[in-house]
């Protein structure tokens, strides 16, 4: 494995608070001196003893940075392709869902890692399309990670591997999110939905038709030797072997969507899928295996809301392979005659073990209106929680004022078949308002990437964003034509609401933020950067795979700025990071140091940016008099 840089790309959790300190830093250094005149531009520390209000240590953050595995740079083990003999070829790019199988070897050995790649790209050696790569973990006794080598059964060896469709269930293409099942089971999904030979040209050397079984068995009676359209073996949920690095099969009986995500309940028996497809048009879906484990056969349904309920009903949908090849290969064209309900881009989706619901992000399309249209007019319906917005804003949904620039977490009931907006994005701020000084200090915009973390005997959230557009308060007005998507942590436990999400980190310019998995007791995640610009520092201007530990010191921290909130006053909080502190209200603050010199001044804000301070003694006046006494260690 190459020597990846130990700086991080990602601005784990409170080193920038906000997206407007990302932005705003330059502007800030220049205005201060303009802005300052209330706050001394000298103090003297040794007067100001008897009128301190407290005294904070920051303590250096318990958060631990890896890079784990990096598109472009690390090399993966491929099989024979396209004539090309087996051997080793840089790893794609794009790096999105996060699979992840635990181990049963034991010791320092933790699981198997896959990567979905979200592109579309003719290789020779790799595989024609999109792709994954799967490697082997083991955690160290210092507790980072480490990437394990190992042999595979067809005689591959080394550290990261590519996942052979091309000489299985033929290739993927723009592999997006997928499945971790309980079992560790994994599948890929494609949201890249085509429609003809011609859309998939540039990303396939091979438009010919595709023989489904050709070269392993589809696992379906009747269906081996069928032969279809090149872009019909697209789209489908495909199972891999993450021990094998192979796929085994792709679900001709799930039909074929743009899928984008899914989850396999603990029953091992019930399935929900999410597609990320047009704007009232994309299905939420439910299979339902006759035993358990064995996907091959079961009954498939899509779901239709009642008029004006939240409550719903799941429609069967024909879905033998070998007999309801037109409606599995071309679903949306049945669905509407169905009257099936049609969403707005759902994304990733995931259950709770707490409550034993669903939670899918839907993440929006910006003046959807038209496209609803369409979609009441072939015979969609649409869901209540959409007309309940329409009239919020004064209009209906098919009309093109109507907007919904942000998105939402939505949460599925399965004991009533209810689907209800859970979290809302926003806060809704015009293009033109959302200038730095004005910028909220959360904004959630567009979830994609959800999971839970169980960490400490509670249960968060975590949300991922990935931002269709950077108007309408989705990025701080500064005429950067660029993104910091964020991650975001809500604890289950509190209201759904902007002001109880927890900033977790923030993406490098230009990219998402995505993938985030659990892959030991909590303490540990994996997440993904993916598409990053090429502005960014080298290795971070690739996609990549990187490993966070520290986590539950974080959640004891949030606990206690949640205690310390409570109490009167301007307080200021040891988060355990060492560099940011946080207000407990927004107020005008301006920090000193140990000689009395002013350093920096904030206005309105709930947190000051200390990362380039070095260790010791410090001091925080506020508007109000008051002063408190810092001490950063690192």
Not at 75 to 94: I, L, M, R, Y
Not at 270 to 284: M, P, R
Not at 349 to 370: M, S
Not at 438 to 451: F, Q
Request: charged residues 20%; proline residues 5%.
């Amino acid at each position: 494995m190459p020597s990846h840089q130990s700086v991080t790309p990602f601005t784990i959790r409170q080193d920038y608070a906000m997206k407007r300190s990302l932005l705003a830093l330059a502007a800030a250094t220049t205005t201060v001196a303009a802005t300052a005149q209330d706050f001394p531009v000298r103090i003297e520390p040794v007067t100001m003893a008897p009128y301190l209000h407290g005294r904070v240590i920051v303590p250096p953050s318990p958060l631990k940075y890896q890079n784990i595995f990096v598109g472009g740079i690390d090399e993966v083990q491929t099989t024979a392709t396209n004539g090309v003999p087996a051997g080793k070829a840089k790893a794609k790019q794009w790096h999105d869902f996060l699979g992840f199988t635990p181990s049963t070897e034991g010791g320092n050995v933790l699981g198997y890692v896959t990567v979905n790649h979200e592109m579309v790209q003719k290789n020779d050696s790799i595989g024609d399309g999109g792709g994954m790569t799967m490697f082997k973990i083991g955690k160290k006794a210092d507790g980072t990670i480490e990437v394990l080598d190992q042999t595979l059964p067809d005689g591959r060896t080394g550290k990261f591997f590519n996942v052979d469709f091309a000489n299985t269930v033929g290739e993927t293409g723009m592999n997006c999110g997928g499945i971790n099942a309980p079992s560790g089971r994994i599948w890929t999904a494609e949201e890249w939905y085509q429609t003809s030979n011609r859309q998939i040209a540039e990303g396939f050397s091979d438009t010919t038709e595709f023989t489904i079984g050709s070269k392993v068995p589809s696992g379906f009676a009747g269906l081996d030797g069928k032969k279809i359209k090149r872009y019909e073996n697209l789209n489908w949920m495909v199972e891999i072997d993450p021990r094998t690095a192979k796929a085994v099969r792709k679900q001709y009986n799930w039909s074929r969507q743009g899928f984008e995500a899914g989850v396999v309940m603990p029953d091992d028996k019930t399935v929900y899928l999410f597609e990320d497809g047009d704007a009232g048009k994309s299905i939420l879906t439910k299979f339902v295996a006759d035993v358990a484990g064995d996907f091959t056969k079961g009954k498939l349904y899509f779901y239709k809301q009642n008029q004006g309920q939240f409550t719903g009903t799941w429609v069967e949908v024909p879905n033998n392979p070998a007999t309801d090849w037109a409606i599995l290969s071309a679903p949306h064209e049945w669905a509407k005659t169905q009257g099936i309900t049609g969403f707005t881009r759902l994304e990733w989706g995931a259950y709770n073990a707490t409550d034993g619901k669903i939670y899918i992000t839907e993440t929006g399309n910006d003046k959807p209106g038209a496209r609803y249209a369409q979609a009441i007019t072939e015979g969609w319906t649409l869901p209540k929680h959409t007309y309940d917005r329409a009239t919020a804003q004064g209009t209906t949904i098919d009309n093109s004022a109507y907007w919904d620039y942000y998105g939402r977490v939505l949460v599925f009931d399965p004991a009533d078949n209810s689907v209800r907006s859970f979290i809302e994005g926003g806060p809704f701020i015009e293009t033109n308002d959302a200038t730095p000084a004005n910028y909220p200090a959360k904004h959630l915009s567009n979830p994609d990437g959800l999971n839970f973390l169980y960490v400490n005997g509670k249960t968060f959230m975590v949300i991922e964003e990935d931002l269709n557009g950077v108007s309408m308060g989705r990025m701080p007005n500064t005429g950067i034509n660029s993104t910091n998507c964020e991650a975001w942590l809500l604890d289950m436990s509190k209201e759904p609401t902007i002001d109880n999400l927890y900033r977790l980190a923030i993406s490098p310019l230009g990219s998402e933020i995505t993938g985030i998995i659990s892959v030991d007791d909590g303490n540990t995640v994996l997440i993904n950067s993916q598409h990053p610009g090429n502005l960014n520092v080298a290795p971070f201007n690739n996609s990549l795979t990187f490993a966070v530990s520290g986590l539950k010191q974080v959640i004891s921290s949030i606990d206690n700025d949640d205690q310390d909130e409570e109490s009167t006053g301007i307080r200021v909080y040891p988060n355990p990071t060492s560099s940011e502190l946080r207000f407990s209200v927004a107020t005008d603050a301006a920090l000193y140091d140990a000689t009395g010199a002013r350093l920096r001044v904030v206005r309105g804000s709930d947190m000051m940016d200390i990362r380039d301070l070095a260790s010791g003694t410090y001091y925080v006046r506020f508007a109000d008099g008051s002063t408190q006494s810092v001490v950063v260690t690192k």
